[in-house]
């Protein structure tokens, strides 16, 4: 029996809807199609040995997983839990499986059924949201997290079996329900550390108060134990608070990149990104096999720190040159190109 679920694969900072077609067929062996990585391929164990572990059978015959579109690569764990779904569906233990296309679904799962959290929670809601899903399946972890899009059903969960129960009676789960407003500004009050703070000092406030009313970029030199880096560290708070848009925009490059709290919902204050000297061209930039954003667009509407900088490795110095002028970093491999944004303040510190 053939049997569709729907998953959802992060490029750059957008999602791409997958297809996962599961057939049960006669013969053997268990097969992956579509460009999976090793993680993908590895998914077929973890799903096995879940749903063996939860008293479900899992067919003794031939499984075709085929992830869509094909000549797209696929990474990481997260289609462990569509997969195991889709051949739950495929070997009729699941009633009404075709309801299955009527959700994203997405999640890492452990061998006893129990569901992991996964990365780009966001970006998937909205990629769902505009495809017209009925809702959205995710790990209890990144539910507060996807939920932040309005106009589509998020439902959290911790473990396989809710989601079995949930395509037999759909009153057994609940959506996420969060208030965006009220969460966002409720914490942009607070800060652990203030501009306030900082007694004395005055030429460098001044200067830094400048620099934060222009958005301009800054160097701090002075010997050490002057406080230059205290200060660094107090200019996001002297920032104007974000937009619900720029926090959106900020808190989906962080969700890519595995960045976000559990269980944490928007960023809602400007990032403060401090890497040390010894960081790499593409750690700094972005980039990998498959890219990833790197600190210049972690620090995206807000600050970045280089301390020391005559340590930085000029090769790294140099790479920032075009990002900072166009707000924006191109990552091109020879299979995929993406966009990722970076506009940030440079501050940057050093001895004299």
């Known amino acids: ?25 006669a013969g053997a062996h268990y097969t992956i199609v579509g460009l999976p990585d090793n993680a993908v391929k590895e998914s077929l164990q ?4 879940a749903i063996k572990t939860n008293d479900w059978y899992m067919p ?25 779904i889709g051949v739950l569906g495929a070997s009729e233990q699941i009633e009404q499986p075709e309801r299955l296309a009527e959700y994203v679904i997405m999640g890492e799962l452990s061998l006893d059924g129990t569901v992991q959290p996964i990365k780009g929670a966001l970006p998937i809601a909205i990629q769902a949201r505009k495809e017209g899903f ?14 932040m899009v309005n106009s589509l059903k998020v439902y959290g969960v911790t473990h396989i079996k809710e989601v079995v129960d949930f395509f037999k009676d759909e009153n057994s789960l609940k959506p996420v329900e969060v208030n965006t407003r009220e969460e966002f500004f409720d914490a942009q009050q607070h800060f652990d550390v203030d501009f306030n703070d900082v007694k004395g000092q005055e030429n460098i406030k001044r200067a830094l108060e400048i620099t934060a009313a ?26 104007p608070p974000l937009s619900l848009y720029e926090a959106l925009e900020t808190t989906k490059i962080h969700s890519v990149a595995g960045k976000l709290p559990e269980n944490s919902s928007l960023i809602s204050r400007r990032p403060f990104r401090s890497p040390h000297h010894t960081i790499s061209d593409v750690a700094l930039v972005g980039g990998g096999g498959i890219p990833q954003p790197g600190e210049i667009s972690l620090a995206h509407n807000g600050v970045l720190f280089l ?30 190109a993406v966009d990722f944004p970076a506009s940030f303040m440079l501050i940057a510190s050093m001895n004299p």
């Open 46 to 49: 973890r799903m096995e040995s």
């Open 134 to 147: 009925k809702g959205l399946i995710v790990p209890k972890a990144n539910a507060r997290e996807a939920g």
């Open 1 to 25: 029996m053939l049997v569709k679920t729907f998953g959802s694969a992060v490029y750059g900072v957008e999602a791409i809807t997958i297809t996962i077609e599961v057939n049960v067929s």
């Open 307 to 336: 301390d020391e900088l005559p340590e930085f490795k000029r090769t790294v110095l140099e790479v920032m040159r075009q990002p900072m002028e166009e707000r924006r970093v191109s990552i091109s491999r020879a299979k995929v």
């Open 214 to 239: 222009g958005g301009h970029n800054a160097i701090l030199i002075g010997p050490p134990g002057a406080g230059k880096t205290m200060l660094a560290r107090r200019l996001p708070t002297i920032l």
């Open 60 to 84: 003794r015959t031939k499984i075709v997983v085929n992830l869509a579109p094909a000549d797209i690569k696929k990474s990481g764990s997260a289609f462990d839990l569509p997969i195991g």
